[in-house]
T-cell receptor
């Protein structure tokens, strides 16, 4: 069964810490995405990548960075965690341009709490 | 700008009480419309892709339909295990592989 795997289901970090969220997909998908999901705000795109070493800002990139050194892995980095970054983080992947398929395949999410 | 609006925001049904969820969209050329199911604390799971007006897809108690302006997710004789948030998303022809998501409908089915 094809999968998008996020390294942690639950994470608690302190304010100011550098936080790494890892995402790995085994479907050879070109595109990978990081979203955060908050009650009443829906899914908001943080960053996406359409190829190795390529990255594009989404709607809310402030306070975040990403890394994609290998096709299957897309990391989200919180440079200095703050309490307003407490959220559910969702990684997703998809096929390349022109190939629709099932849209995105999502990981199971990481619930991050910053204290 | 592509837009997706889902209604209602929340829906409470009794077990066996059929209903429909609405997804209205505005897009400059539709490549595909997607329905996902999301259980609390988990990532969305793919349900259906619809590509053109008039298309219908079915899976168990769920049936998705598509017109040029909206999609419906019909739930027939729902069971408590159908309780979840249902997300709709569109992919525009000129948007590469980006999806635009609606806010979701939270469905609660009581026994």
């Amino acid at each position: 069964d094809v999968k998008v795997t996020q390294s942690s289901r639950y994470l608690v970090k302190r304010t100011g810490e550098k936080v790494f969220l890892e995402c790995v997909q085994d479907m050879d998908h070109e595109n990978m995405f990081w979203y955060r999901q908050d009650p009443g705000l829906g899914l908001r795109l943080i960053y996406f990548s359409y190829d190795v070493k390529m990255k594009e800002k989404g709607d809310i990139p402030e306070g975040y960075s990403v890394s994609r050194e290998k096709k299957e892995r897309f990391s989200l980095i919180l440079e200095s965690a703050s309490t307003n970054q407490t959220s559910m983080y969702l990684c997703a992947s998809s096929l390349g341009i022109g190939r629709t398929g099932n849209g995105y395949t999502f990981g199971s999410g990481t619930r991050l709490t910053v204290v | 700008e592509d837009q997706v609006t889902q209604s209602p925001e929340a829906l409470r049904l009794q077990e066996g009480e059929s209903s429909s969820l609405n997804c209205s969209y505005t897009v400059s050329g539709l490549r595909g419309l997607f329905w996902y199911r999301q259980d609390p604390g988990k990532g969305p799971e793919f349900l259906f892709t619809l590509y053109s007006a008039g298309e219908e897809k079915e899976k168990e108690r769920l049936k998705a339909t598509l017109t040029k302006k909206e999609s419906f997710l019909h739930i027939t004789a729902p069971k408590p295990e159908d309780s979840a948030t249902y997300l709709c998303a569109v992919q525009a022809l000129n948007a590469g592989n980006m999806l635009t998501f609606g806010g979701g409908t939270r469905l609660m089915v009581k026994p």
